[in-house]
């Protein structure tokens, strides 16, 4: 004996398979995308500026010579960390941006 689901339900699993898939799919882009990007942040007046890609890794330092002070190398450090940290915000800024975008606000764990 066949059991018979009421019609409309034969493809609700496939429906969901589906969009599963082409969510992953839109994941998948959109982390090739950020991975591809550079952000910048810029502290002390832009007298340290650090470039951060979206794998999160430094790629650029700048410091203007200005800042660089022997007595006070503690202020420099702090600067360092600071743009550093500011720029792998931005980051996770966007990926969050993007994945708001893609799941429609919902929140899946472990992901991007």
Do not use: C, W
């Amino acid at each position: 004996m066949k059991s018979r689901l009421p019609k409309g339900y034969g493809g609700g699993v496939n429906d969901m398979v589906k969009r599963a898939q082409e969510m992953q799919a839109k994941m998948e882009q959109a982390q090739a995308e950020l991975e591809a990007m550079e952000f910048t942040s810029s502290v002390g007046g832009g007298v340290v500026e650090a470039v951060v890609s979206g794998k999160k890794e430094v790629t650029a330092l700048h410091i203007k010579p200005e800042v660089v002070d022997p007595d006070d190398v503690e202020m420099l450090q702090d600067l360092i960390i600071s743009a550093i940290n500011e720029a792998m915000a931005q980051v996770e800024a966007k990926s969050e941006e993007d994945m708001q975008k893609i799941t429609g606000g919902i929140s899946i764990p472990g992901l991007m």
